[in-house]
């Protein structure tokens, strides 16, 4: 019958429930937000299944599946696999490569096959005779060898 200003039915003992707010990551000091978080995107969709790191020394023969990336070690050898190949800025490949396809950062000498393309990217110095349906090389490359396209490429013509 008198207000109090109080309730007094079962819902006063129960308290609100909150939901938790995300705090923001902390932001690095020495690069602008952008830089930041670009790298975080690049790494979450072309992770490696393997990787030979920097410091490393591989001699002999490799098979993969999925993709390798030789960061800055040195790969001495024969690579024969069905995906792809990755050599970062600080890796040095002697070897003989049969790929699905391979990306070139570094340095690399001998022979480069793939089914699908090889790309080379600057800073990139190859000494390689390269076979692909495809070669993609950015200004600033260093390249030294042959060329042979064939494959795919050559079923996209028009017959006569």
Same mark, same amino acid.
């Given at each position: 019958m008198f207000r109090t200003g109080h309730r007094t039915d079962h819902l006063s003992a129960v308290e609100?429930? @909150?939901q938790p707010i995300p705090s923001p990551e902390p932001?690095?000091?020495? *690069?602008?937000? /952008?830089?930041?978080?670009?790298p975080v995107a690049r790494q979450a969709t072309s992770q490696p299944d393997a990787a030979i790191g +920097? =410091?490393?020394?591989?001699?002999?023969? &490799? $098979? #993969?599946? =999925? @993709?390798?990336? &030789? /960061? =800055?070690?040195t790969f001495s050898g024969k690579i024969t696999a069905g995906d792809r190949l990755v050599v970062g800025d600080r890796a040095t490949l002697q070897a003989d490569?049969?790929?699905g396809s391979i990306e070139v950062h570094g340095e690399a000498h001998g022979s480069l096959t *793939? $089914? %699908?393309?090889?790309? &080379? +990217?600057?800073?990139?110095?190859? @000494?390689?005779d390269v076979t692909a349906?495809? &070669?993609?090389? %950015?200004?600033?490359? #260093?390249? %030294?060898?042959t060329v042979q396209m +064939? =494959?795919? *490429?050559?079923a996209a013509r028009a017959p006569r």
């Open positions: 609100p429930v @909150t932001e690095s000091e020495d *690069a602008p937000p /952008d830089e930041v978080a670009a +920097h =410091g490393v020394t591989f001699e002999g023969t &490799l $098979r #993969f599946s =999925g @993709t390798m990336r &030789l /960061d =800055g070690g490569v049969v790929c *793939a $089914r %699908e393309r090889v790309a &080379l +990217h600057a800073p990139a110095r190859v @000494t390689a349906p495809s &070669l993609v090389v %950015e200004q600033g490359v #260093f390249f %030294e060898g +064939h =494959g795919p *490429a050559k």
